[in-house]
């Protein structure tokens, strides 16, 4: 490992995609346990969200897999919001490269903590309706904007993306908390692909940890995507909270403690 981390450093890390990648697939957010994990370990912040992406692009392919074939994502319905997300993440991507290490080791917490309040503090009510509403120039137009806008913030921070998918398709759109997941985890496969490439292209991606990380990930979405559609996220999300906050105000302290 050329940043040379310990052994126990990198096994905790895959244990924590690992679970981050069960939680992504159920409810979003996984990132919000991997990106402080990986800043907590020590890595350079562009290192750290290239990392978390290359990580993060193997769980969201998985998920979003696993919804499409039990038909609970349309592409062709919502083709806008995939075209929007890819160029919105592109963009956050390009964005990241222009900002100084010691800004983003500053913001990036509050990213974190934002989206993790507006995590707890949004309720999801389930539907037992899978029916999508009629597309209408309105819908194209909510697309455009939530796709580049939720697809900008993946490229540019990452954490949390998943939910914010999901608390916002469901209070545009008013579907069921299934298609919802399936929606969200293909948008957040799209605008990690997408951001990846560019990560790549900047060279900001520490190779061997994220293709670790990654096939933990994979792991944990496959079997967080089939409990999501067999039981649905209310179980998880307590404990995800408590976790995210709790390392959250430990990555605060640690940016801004020496003023």
């Known amino acids: 490992m050329e940043l040379g981390l310990d052994l126990w450093v990198v096994a905790a890390l895959c244990t924590v995609a690992l679970v981050a990648g ?15 994990a990986l800043l907590t370990a020590g890595l350079p912040p562009h290192l750290v969200l290239g990392t978390n992406k290359l990580a993060a692009t193997f769980g969201s392919v998985t998920a979003s897999v696993t919804y499409y074939r039990r038909k609970l994502f349309d592409p062709a319905y919502w083709r806008t919001a995939l075209i929007f997300t890819a160029i919105g993440a592109t963009c956050g991507t390009l964005v990241v490269d222009l900002i100084s290490k010691e800004w983003l080791e500053r913001i990036i917490p509050f990213f974190i903590v934002v989206a993790a309040l507006y995590s707890l503090l949004v309720k999801m009510q389930p539907d037992d309706q899978l029916t999508l509403p009629k597309q209408t120039p309105k819908h194209f137009w909510l697309q455009r904007t939530q ?3 939720l697809g900008f913030y993946d490229g540019l921070a990452g954490p949390g993306t998943g939910s914010f998918w999901m608390v916002s398709t469901m209070a545009l759109y008013k579907i069921n908390l299934l298609l919802t997941s399936g929606v969200a985890r293909s948008m957040n496969c799209v605008s990690n692909i997408f951001a990846l490439v560019t990560f790549a292209w900047l060279g900001h991606i520490y190779w061997a940890l994220g293709l670790a990380m990654g096939a933990c990930l994979m792991l944990g979405s496959y079997f967080g995507a089939r409990s999501a559609i067999r039981f649905g996220s209310k179980f998880i999300r307590p404990l995800f909270l408590t976790m995210v906050l709790a390392i959250t105000a430990r990555l605060l302290w640690q940016a801004w403690s020496n003023g």
């Not at 069960?22 to 402080?36: C, E, N, R, S, Y």
């Open 147 to 149: 796709g580049f806008s």
């Open 22 to 36: 069960f939680i992504d697939a159920v409810a979003g957010g996984g990132g919000l346990l991997t990106v402080p």
